[in-house]
């Protein structure tokens, strides 16, 4: 495992890229109403590209034929934007983004509700989802290991009183990864504690991890359509996906995909976040 460690000058670089994605994520929320196909919101993205000069380091990785992915209701990620998929009142979508500057990328994703009149659980879970991610982010810290983060998003799920389903599905095959002078690299970051993994690499200033949940209303196991790419629950539950880009600063975790640099939730988790290197 050979884990790439940035400079601050890098990390400033990175910091361009993941506001791009943050403005991705809002034009593409504001796009997810009910009647928009998840091409629409794959135009969206492509705009806010081009306006913002960055280039998409989602199309064509590995033949992915979009800038984002688009994951409607059972869809845990990878959904190809179509024009055939048609939202509808009461759908959940998780949208998945990233964006180049300069060489170096950011990558984050979130669910949207798209219209009204959710059902509690579908709610809860992603929630559940989004504070497990942010547990994770507040276990990004100097003298730590990869497995902390892993143990933080995973006892965060299993704290929470359980859904009508049973309980709540950690997505196995899938998880967060190293980032920056390419879109996925080492180490591979399990959103849960596997003995036979080890501990993993210490966390020091320059590392940077896209950390990103996925979890489900039912199993945490998964297929891949004939397409290769969109990945459902076996037992079709939805499920919900949330991510964003971290750096270790010495002054502490900067996230990168956040427009306030993840200030204001860490905050709430008892941590101070790095200074903006963009100001």
């Not at 980032?179 to 020091?204: C, E, F, T």
């Amino acid at each position: 495992m050979a884990v790439e460690i940035k400079t601050p000058d890098q990390i400033a670089k990175m910091r361009e890229a993941g506001l791009v994605v943050a403005a991705i994520h809002a034009a593409t929320r504001e796009a997810a109403v009910p009647g928009a196909t998840t091409k629409d919101l794959d135009d969206v993205a492509r705009k806010v590209l081009a306006e913002h000069g960055a280039k998409s380091n989602f199309l064509g990785y590995g033949g992915f034929p979009a800038t984002i992915c688009t994951s409607v209701n059972e869809v845990v990620v990878h959904g190809i934007p179509s024009a055939d998929t048609v939202l509808k009142d009461g759908d959940i979508i998780s949208i998945d983004a990233g964006a180049i500057v300069d060489g170096w990328h950011g990558d984050a994703a979130f669910t949207a509700f798209v219209g009204t009149g959710h059902a509690p659980e579908l709610v809860e879970l992603s929630r559940v989802t989004e504070e497990s991610m942010w547990a994770g982010i507040a276990a990004v810290k100097n003298g730590n290991r990869l497995v902390d983060i892993s143990r933080a998003i995973e006892t965060y799920i299993r704290r929470q009183p359980r859904p009508a389903t049973g309980k709540y599905g950690i997505i196995e095959d899938y998880g967060g990864h190293g980032i920056g002078s390419a879109m996925h690299m080492d180490p591979h970051l399990l959103n849960y504690v596997s003995r036979k993994r080890g501990r993993g690499p210490r966390l020091v200033p320059g590392f940077c991890i896209a950390i990103e949940p996925m979890v489900s209303l039912g199993t945490p196991r998964t297929h891949v359509l004939e397409d290769d790419w969109t990945v459902l629950t076996d037992d079709l539950t939805w499920s919900s996906h949330w991510e964003h880009s971290v750096a270790l600063t010495e002054d502490g975790p900067l996230v990168l995909t956040a427009v306030d640099g993840g200030k204001a939730k860490l905050a709430e988790l008892g941590v101070t976040a790095a200074p903006d290197p963009l100001g």
